[in-house]
């Protein structure tokens, strides 16, 4: 088979889902078009939007820098990164590293923001902890606080993940199995926050299967970290995972599917149920929190008795 | 272990979700106080009611017919019965018999209906034809047509179906993964219909699990008909069941915490996409239909010709 769109007879991929094949730059050329087109369906950005992006170093949040960058290079918005150190020895610095070398080619502000500094404790200290809750716990909001911090140093008005079209099925369908509701308004595109203190989460990458993100690094010669977690774990993620996996093979339109269907349900169930947060501030650390403390100072206080 | 409730130390089932181990008794007394708190949560039920069930001679039609009965036997509502025969050779005759006999030792009015009688036509006989569309599309189409009609004949204002909870977690997913949130404003524990010439259908089993329902028929030696439709495709349903057990096997309240979080998006669904269907009628044999044909009178004119 020649590639569908210009005849190129070296073909990378067949796309499932449409069933074209396509040539590397042809390929190339549809994951960016693809992307531009959720940021103006979806309008992700706004002319003169300083976009922090969350830069782990590994394939998503490399994509997202890449692809988002072409707007930048439009002067339609800024860009900046944080890379979160979580202290995770033989594991983390590669990805450092790398998120760093993507920052000086390209030239764009970045950070390197660590749990040691701002809590006084790593993630590998905390997992010596005999009360410790699981890595991903603490990880999850520890990440999320040190980006929404970052976000407000450096000034940004959107915060961009690499959450591709697999990650946000996954959490869509495991909100649905567990009958979440109320984290089912926070997923989507865009994650207005109910405190204007937290920046917008923009995803420009969701609709992008993981399998075209990691060839997409590849067949753009980027430079990403591809190790796993030490401390990923047999989790429910994976288990939906799986099966939504195994669903796509016999039906490859499904995660699309699956995607759109969730879009109608989010704006139906964001007007039923109105957010009604408190509007409060950590009293530890002044975060925005609907509690006393915020999730971070309350892990760190059950942590460290501070 | 002994019943968790009576102490009896014969053991019938062990209730995953509840962990609660049961005897006999007990295990019957739990069906059928589950379903009369389903009866009651949904208001499935007005005093003065005629039921009209729909009654396969299957285990879960069976089983809503006996739990039905009880509310019949304290005054509250009338029951009657109807049970379709589609024209299937050496399979539905077996689930007659039985619906006729259960029908006689309750003592309520009961009606077969036929696709022969009513549109000319068995269901074999459109198995034979070669531009069919595949056995379940006709039999749903022109099963619900015929119960429909039945239930205006008889006076019924409900109509009760035997689904169950994994019917229910089944139709619910599958919508997810499609995407189809105008059938996903359909399901549910009691179905209002757009048009007032459609019955109320009301689905008192939706929350016992199917395999408590098989040992609800077998505890009380109820006769029904086990024997597996002769047209029962590898279908998209039985595919996502499958994914849906699995789960279920490490999750044991996955089942129903979907269907707690479907209850709350349906109603999110439907508060948002009014339902604004035309309230016609079909040409040919006055159905309430917003085509001109309605779907059954137009499958057999694409079959034969009338």
Same mark, same amino acid.
């Given at each position: ?41 979806e ?48 594991? =983390?610095?590669?990805?450092? &590293? ?25 993630? &590998? ?12 716990s603490?990880?999850g909001v520890?990440?999320r ?18 959450h591709?079209?697999?990650d946000e099925v996954q959490a869509i369908m495991m909100n649905y199995l567990e009958g979440n509701t109320n984290n089912l308004t926070k997923l989507g595109a865009k994650t207005e926050s109910e405190a204007?203190?937290f920046?917008v989460k923009?995803k420009?990458?969701r ?28 989790s429910f993620r994976?288990e939906v995972s799986?099966h939504i ?10 995660k699309?599917s699956t995607l759109r269907g969730y879009d109608k349900i989010k704006k139906a169930l964001k007007d039923e149920f109105k957010n009604d947060y408190a509007h409060? =501030? ?8 609907s509690n =006393?403390?915020?999730k ?11």
């Amino acid at each position: 088979m020649d590639c569908t769109k210009c005849g190129n007879p070296k073909i990378i991929i067949k796309k499932e889902q449409s069933g074209q094949y396509l040539c590397k730059d042809c390929f190339i050329d549809s994951i960016e078009k693809k992307v531009i087109k959720t940021v103006r369906k979806e309008k992700l950005l706004d002319k003169g939007d300083k976009v922090l992006v969350a830069l782990s170093g590994g394939k998503d949040s490399v994509t997202a820098l890449e692809i988002l960058n072409t707007f930048r290079q439009m002067n339609v918005i800024d860009i900046c990164a944080v890379t979160v150190d979580e202290g995770i020895d033989n594991y =983390r610095q590669d990805g450092i &590293d790398i998120a760093i070398r993507h920052a000086k080619r390209l030239g764009i502000e970045h950070k390197v923001v660590s749990l040691k500094d701002t809590y006084g404790i790593t993630l &590998d200290e905390i997992m010596q902890k005999e009360n410790h809750r699981g890595s991903c716990s603490y990880c999850g909001v520890f990440r999320r606080t040190l980006i929404n911090k970052a976000a407000r140093e450096m000034g940004a008005t959107k915060i961009a993940t690499g959450h591709n079209l697999d990650d946000e099925v996954q959490a869509i369908m495991m909100n649905y199995l567990e009958g979440n509701t109320n984290n089912l308004t926070k997923l989507g595109a865009k994650t207005e926050s109910e405190a204007e203190e937290f920046t917008v989460k923009i995803k420009p990458l969701r609709e992008i299967p993981e399998r075209e993100i990691g060839l997409y690094v590849v067949a753009k010669e980027l430079e990403v970290h591809f190790a796993g977690c030490p401390y990923a774990q047999q989790s429910f993620r994976k288990e939906v995972s799986e099966h939504i996996n195994q669903l796509d093979e016999a039906h490859p339109t499904i995660k699309y599917s699956t995607l759109r269907g969730y879009d109608k349900i989010k704006k139906a169930l964001k007007d039923e149920f109105k957010n009604d947060y408190a509007h409060g =501030r950590c009293e530890k650390c002044g975060e925005p929190s609907s509690n =006393r403390l915020c999730k971070a100072c309350s892990f760190i206080e059950e942590l460290t008795g501070d």
